[in-house]
């Protein structure tokens, strides 16, 4: 599957937000592991996940500024 990414930095941490045709399965719309964040979402017919080994709240932030 294609994916197109956005790369952030955020102080000492780099925010990576994966952008890709929505499919048919659901996405985790937060989750951690191995010390990783991800929060994934829909929009209209587009995926998204954004993933950091930032704090949850700072990337939700991020994700809060996306969705907007």
């Known amino acids: 599957r294609r994916t197109a990414v956005l790369v952030y930095r955020h102080g000492l941490h780099i925010i990576n937000v994966f952008v890709w045709g929505a499919g048919r399965e659901s996405l985790p ?3 951690t592991r191995k010390g990783y964040h991800a929060d994934c979402w829909r929009m209209a017919d587009l995926d998204y ?3 950091s080994d930032t704090s949850p709240e700072e ?3 991020l994700v809060d500024m996306i969705k907007w």
């Open 59 to 61: 990337l939700r932030a």
């Open 49 to 51: 996940c954004a993933v």
């Open 29 to 31: 719309a937060e989750t």
